[in-house]
Nanobody
Framework: QVQLVESGGGLVQPGESLKLTCAAS????????MAWYRQARGKEREFVAG???????TYADSTKDRFTIYRDMFRNTVDLEMINLKFDDTAVYYC??????????WGQGTQVIVSS
């Protein structure tokens, strides 16, 4: 069974940094592409960053200069390093795993609040 557990969310001030972690079941990082999405209150869920199963990353235009996604194959985690956080980054952040066969899984989300 695929399990994705996010952690690391919290309350930060504008300009500060935060690291989110998605702990995945063993074997998931080898078999699935991984991504982070976010959903702000009243808005649709949106793509933040993704990393392919074979390596390589992709980012949303709004995050590519401030966020970094990377996999730790030893720890079975996908981390999202976020710097220079802005008010608009406030959202629930979700970990996502997907493959070309149509399988897709989501974590329960972790809240990030950027507030002064």
């Amino acid at each position: 069974q695929v399990q994705l557990v996010e952690s690391g969310g919290g309350l930060v001030q504008p300009g500060e940094s935060l690291k989110l972690t998605c702990a995945a079941s063993r074997g998931i990082l080898d078999a699935y592409n991984m991504a982070w999405y976010r959903q702000a209150r009243g808005k649709e869920r949106e793509f933040v960053a993704g990393v392919w199963r074979t390596g390589g990353a992709t980012y949303a235009d709004s995050t590519k200069d401030r966020f970094t996604i990377y996999r730790d194959m030893f720890r079975n985690t996908v981390d999202l390093e976020m710097i220079n956080l802005k008010f608009d980054d406030t959202a629930v952040y979700y970990c996502n795993a997907w493959n070309n066969g149509g399988a897709e899984y989501w974590g329960q989300g972790t809240q990030v609040i950027v507030s002064s």
